[in-house]
C-alpha cells in the first residue's frame, strides 16, 4: 500500500467523536522483551487515545469531525490539543489543571502491540461535557463512542450521555469495543446492554470472543446482530466480517502491506468505515475504505496519519 489516504467526500456528514485523548510512548522492539534486562528498540512520543485516533483519521479524509474529550491543564495536553488542531479536527475537549493528560505505554513487536494505560484527565469527561460540544455542533451526523469511555466507572456517564443525547438529536451511532480485556472485567451482559440498538457496533476478534463467545467471526457478528444493527468485526491479516439485521454478510480480506506497528490500525480502520459508511456507502465499500486506511496505518510507526 502506498500514499496517503483517499478523501471521502462531500456525502460524510460531520461525525462527533467522544472518548480518550493520550501521549503514546511507543517502543518498537527489535525482538521480544527481555524480563530484568535490555531489549532495543525505536522509541517514539505521539498523540494517541482511540478516539483522538479516529478523529484524525477522520479529518485526513476532509470529513468534518468533532472531538470530544478531556485533557491535563499540563504541556503534553497542550501539545496533544495542539497536533488534533493542526491535523483539522475540532476539539471541544476540557482542560482539568489538577489531573494528567493520559498517558499510554505501547510496546510494539511480532505484529501485535501491549499497552499500559494511565486514562489520567479522561477519567474527567462528563456527561455535561457532552451536552455542550453537541449544542455546539449543529451539523452532526454521527456520533462514534469509544468504549474506553464506558469501560471505566468514572467516565462511564459520559459514554451513556453521549449514546442518548445522539438518540435525542436523531444522530446515528457507532461504539468501538475497545480492548478485551477490560470487557472481560465489566462482563458482556452489563457492555451490551449499554450499547443495545447502536447503529454499528464494531470489535476485534479478542473483543468479538468476548461479547459473543467461539472462534469464528461471521458466527460472532451474526449472534451480536440482535444487540447491535450493524456489527463489524475485524480481523486483522485475516481481514473483517458485516453483518446486519437485514440478513446482509459481507466478508473482505485485509490489504497486503509489511507491517510496522501495528498501534491505531483499528482506530484508523474505524475511521474509513465510517468515512464510508457515514458518507452513504454499501457495507462493501466501506469495509474496503476501511481496510485501505488500517493498511496505511500499519505500515508506519505511532497511531495517526501524517500531518
Wanted: with cysteine.
Amino acid at each position: 500500500m502506498t500514499g496517503g489516504p483517499v478523501p471521502a467526500g462531500p456525502g460524510a456528514g460531520r461525525v462527533v467523536v467522544v472518548g480518550d485523548v493520550v501521549t503514546d510512548v511507543v517502543a518498537v522492539l527489535a525482538a521480544a522483551p527481555a524480563t530484568g534486562s535490555d531489549t532495543p528498540a525505536r522509541i517514539r512520543f505521539t498523540g494517541g487515545g482511540q478516539a483522538a485516533n479516529t478523529a484524525a483519521w477522520l479529518a485526513a479524509q476532509r470529513v468534518p469531525v468533532t472531538l470530544v474529550g478531556a485533557v491535563g491543564g499540563d504541556d503534553a495536553g497542550r501539545a496533544r490539543v495542539a497536533e488534533l488542531t493542526g491535523l483539522g479536527v475540532d476539539c471541544a475537549v476540557t482542560r482539568h489543571p489538577d489531573a494528567p493528560t493520559g498517558t499510554v505505554i505501547v510496546l510494539a513487536a511480532a505484529g501485535e502491540r501491549t499497552m499500559v494505560t494511565e486514562r489520567g484527565a479522561n477519567l474527567r469527561l462528563s456527561a455535561a461535557d457532552v451536552d455542550a460540544a453537541l449544542a455546539g455542533t449543529p451539523d452532526a451526523r454521527h456520533l462514534h463512542l469509544s468504549a474506553y469511555t464506558l469501560l471505566d466507572a468514572a467516565s462511564r456517564g459520559a459514554g451513556l450521555r453521549a449514546l442518548a443525547a445522539a438518540h435525542e438529536r436523531g444522530l446515528t451511532t457507532s461504539v468501538d469495543a475497545a480492548s478485551a480485556a477490560p470487557l472481560r472485567r465489566v462482563g458482556a451482559a452489563a457492555f451490551l446492554s449499554w450499547v443495545r440498538d447502536v447503529d454499528l457496533l464494531l470489535a476485534n476478534a479478542d473483543e468479538a470472543a468476548v461479547l459473543a463467545g467461539g472462534v469464528e467471526a461471521v458466527a460472532q457478528a451474526r449472534a451480536l446482530t440482535p444487540m447491535a444493527r450493524r456489527v463489524v468485526v475485524k480481523r486483522g491479516a485475516a481481514g473483517a466480517v458485516w453483518a446486519d439485521r437485514a440478513g446482509t454478510l459481507v466478508e473482505v480480506p485485509a490489504r497486503r502491506v509489511d507491517v510496522v506497528d501495528v498501534t491505531g490500525a483499528g482506530d484508523a480502520f474505524a475511521a474509513g468505515l465510517l468515512a464510508a459508511w457515514v458518507g452513504g456507502a454499501a457495507p462493501v465499500a466501506a469495509l474496503e475504505r476501511a481496510g485501505e486506511l488500517g493498511a496505511v496505518a500499519v505500515a508506519t510507526v505511532g497511531a495517526r496519519p501524517a500531518g
